[in-house]
């Protein structure tokens, strides 16, 4: 029997999945322990920018001992022209859901980003560890980092997971899919891939950050700031002939330079995450192998 870890008393741990539909939100509740109580809200149920809302769902109708944020406004672009927004949902909503775990003792595990950091180490070729310390270069980035440090300044019981690069069955929820589905359309369809070919940064399959999360809380890791990534690293462009030489099928891919698409936010040129603290992937590979082979590619519409 697993036992409840984040207050130490006993089974049935309550846990409240906050962005429940999206594709790390929908793995987590998938792979979620049999002794966990999950309840699962969506943005329909309540928004995280409205404190009377959080805390009528988290305080006065439920209580939970550890609550789990997925959500974010993460369209890297937009959140140049709108930083309020990205401010108000990356930071503010943060700060309201702080609130709602001094007011009820719960855990918060919040999901964040590799862009808090501005991929300065491609000099070294170094992965970012959860030793280094952050310097985000576009609204996005700052604006999830703002919401880390609102979280390690307000909570002792909190755990920050980092994870970069996602793709899963679900798609990106508000992104109109994820890289991986991108590249099959496109080849599906004959059309010749252009690909970046000097950004870098580490893959990562949401079932495998799913499975690790509910390990880190289940076995009483220590609170903290964990990086959860397939272990490794590569260019999109690299990532992309995987993709298609896993999927089976025939492509065209041209590498080319970041300066050749046109972006409002800038985005670091490298941003593979490490663990320093025993969390322990496998290999992107051998992840986007396992994902293609479940999603059938060769039927993919």
């Known amino acids: 029997m697993v036992q409840k870890t984040v ?7 309550k846990v409240a999945l906050i962005g429940s539909k999206g594709q790390l939100g929908q793995d987590i509740a998938r792979h979620v322990p049999s ?46 022209d709108e930083p309020h927004k990205a401010f108000l949902v990356n930071a503010v909503g943060v700060k309201y859901l702080v609130d709602v775990c001094i007011e009820t003792g719960a855990c918060l595990l919040h999901i964040s980003t590799d862009y808090v950091f501005d991929g300065r180490k491609i000099d070294t070729k170094e992965p970012y560890t959860e030793e280094d310390i952050p310097n985000p270069i576009n609204i996005y980035g700052i604006s999830k980092y703002a919401g880390e440090l609102i979280i390690q300044n307000y909570l002792e019981k909190y755990y920050i997971v980092r994870v970069a690069s996602l793709y899963g069955k679900a798609g990106a929820s508000g992104k109109g899919g994820n890289f991986v589905y991108t590249i099959l359309n496109k080849a599906k369809r004959g059309e010749p891939l252009k690909v970046i070919d000097d950004i870098y940064m580490s893959p990562t399959y949401t079932h495998d950050v799913a499975q690790k999360i509910w390990e880190i ?66 290999s992107w590979e051998e992840a986007l192998r396992d994902f293609i082979n479940t999603i059938n590619p060769k039927c993919f519409i």
């Open 7 to 13: 207050e130490g008393r006993g089974d049935d741990m």
């Open 35 to 80: 002794s966990v109580e999950l309840k699962p809200f969506v943005h329909e149920d309540f928004d995280i920018t409205e404190k009377e809302e959080i805390f009528n769902f988290l305080c006065e109708k439920n209580k939970f001992d550890l609550i789990i944020n997925t959500a974010a406004f993460h369209k890297t672009d937009q959140c140049e």
């Open 217 to 282: 809380v289940l076995e009483q890791k220590p609170y903290g700031v964990y990086h959860i990534t397939n272990s490794g690293y590569c260019s999109w462009y690299e990532f992309a002939k995987k993709i298609i030489e896993y999927a089976g099928l025939e492509s065209e891919i041209k590498p080319v330079k970041h300066t050749e698409f046109k972006t409002k936010a800038r985005r670091p040129l490298w941003s593979p995450l490490r663990s320093v603290k025993g969390v322990k992937m496998r």
